[in-house]
């Protein structure tokens, strides 16, 4: 399964980047098919950052040099069992259209009931889009 990880900061506390990699490293051995974080920036925006490779080369590649400056953070590592991690629309963190970020750790068997039902579109084939 997958590997969660976040963290949320009071006051002028923030943690530093070696911090925020030893979270994203300490959990990759829960998912090694993607890695992405979303963070907060200022006061009403979200970040989401994420690539189809395993923590250990995102910290490298793809984590902000600054991102120790966001007060709220949520990582995710990816074991990919619905869509293909080469679509980053199946990489969690994933969103909805009015800004809700998620991440999610399971499999969720009746997605494509659900989503037919409900007359749901859906932006990748990864089952944890329909609790949005």
């Given at each position: 399964?997958?590997g969660?990880?976040?963290?949320?900061?009071?006051?002028?506390q923030r943690?530093?980047r070696?911090?925020?990699?030893?979270?994203l490293?300490?959990?990759?051995i829960?998912?090694?098919?993607?890695?992405?974080?979303?963070?907060?920036?200022?006061?009403?925006?979200?970040e989401?950052?994420?690539?189809?490779n395993?923590a250990?080369?995102?910290?490298?590649?793809e984590?902000?040099?600054?991102?120790?400056?966001s007060?709220?953070?949520?990582m995710h590592?990816r074991?990919a069992?619905?869509g293909?991690?080469k679509?980053?629309?199946n990489?969690?963190?994933?969103?909805?259209k009015?800004?809700?970020?998620?991440?999610?750790?399971?499999?969720?068997?009746?997605d494509d009931?659900?989503?037919?039902?409900?007359?749901?579109?859906?932006?990748?084939?990864?089952?944890?889009?329909?609790?949005l």
């Amino acid at each position: 399964m997958c590997g969660i990880a976040g963290y949320k900061c009071f006051g002028r506390q923030r943690p530093y980047r070696d911090e925020i990699e030893r979270l994203l490293l300490g959990i990759e051995i829960r998912g090694t098919d993607a890695t992405g974080i979303a963070r907060t920036i200022g006061k009403n925006n979200i970040e989401v950052i994420k690539s189809p490779n395993k923590a250990s080369v995102f910290v490298k590649t793809e984590l902000p040099e600054k991102a120790e400056l966001s007060k709220c953070m949520i990582m995710h590592t990816r074991a990919a069992t619905q869509g293909l991690a080469k679509d980053n629309n199946n990489n969690h963190p994933i969103y909805s259209k009015e800004g809700v970020v998620l991440v999610h750790n399971g499999i969720i068997n009746n997605d494509d009931v659900l989503f037919a039902k409900h007359s749901f579109v859906r932006d990748g084939l990864v089952d944890s889009e329909i609790i949005l």
